[in-house]
């Protein structure tokens, strides 16, 4: 039997009371949906009510996961939207810095064999672990190991790669000076290989010229570690992060307020005072949206008083 367009309603009413009262989830819902045996009917409406209800919202993704629980597993259509959308609505809650909740829409989701899935968890808990700082240790572990595990079911993600980079290393600061230095030639590769499989890409820019920046403002004792590590020690100068970041600028215009700040600082030990200023200047005016632009303005505010 078809359930009837009233079926369909309560489920999306329950769904948006969920979402209104987040702590609240109504696990009823599911019930509903295994009663729904039309993905046509379902899609149709979801779709509608999303967008009357608010156009950015996970409802939809919700949804489709709830209906995939009670839905057959020959439906092919009803799961491919599911899979697209879960993705799309967890890349839009990460963009507005809403990492928990993108740990909940993903970890919703059924089969979480997909390397889409495993590198968007890593990358939204290393996010998280800068907020929840008791967590720190927890969540960048747990991170490092599910993109080690999507980057051995796919090698040729441009996003794993770089996200791969940035849990390495912090999974390795973890564990002391010495460990995180001797993963630095890893962490590299992977920045480069990043770059190399999707060059338009501003963030795999950016850490090339983080790493760079790194190298050349290492403290003597760091750099005493390096050189008992390796025999032809790793290098990184000031002109060269200028570049990377240069580059990621050119690639997509104030998409990271960190990158702006370091600009400023790279012309800073240049001596360009002229050009540390101004992008000093720039990076003390971010909205603030996130940790990182809190610290970047505070960090630019705090500077640009030097000038």
Known sequence: MIAGTKSTKALCTLLINSFLKPKKLVHSSINIVRRIQSPNLLVTYIRWLNFRVNPRSP???????????????????????????????????????????????????????????????????????????????????????????????????????????????????????KARVSQLETVKKHMIKAVELNPEDPTSWHLLGNFAFGLADMPWYQRKVVSAIFATPPSGTY????????????????????NLLLIAKCYQHLKNNEKAKEYFTLAANVIVANEDDKKCKEEATNLLKKF
């Open 239 to 258: 002109e060269e992060a200028l570049e990377h970041f240069l580059k990621a600028e050119e690639k997509k215009p104030n998409f990271y307020s960190m």
């Open 59 to 177: 409802l939809l993704i919700t949804a489709f996961t709830l209906f995939g629980v009670g839905a057959s597993k020959n439906t092919e259509m009803a799961s491919n939207l599911t899979l697209a959308d879960l993705l799309q609505n967890a890349d839009q809650l990460f963009d507005e810095s809403k990492y928990q909740e993108t740990l909940d829409v993903l970890n919703n989701f059924e089969d979480q064999s997909s390397a889409d899935i495993k590198w968007r968890l890593g990358r939204a808990m290393y996010k998280l672990s800068k907020v929840e700082t008791k967590r720190k240790d927890e969540l960048i572990r747990k991170g490092f190991a599910l993109v080690d595990e999507a980057l051995k079911i796919n090698d040729q993600d441009f996003a794993i790669h770089k996200w791969f980079a940035i849990l390495l290393d912090a999974n390795s600061e973890l564990d002391g000076i």
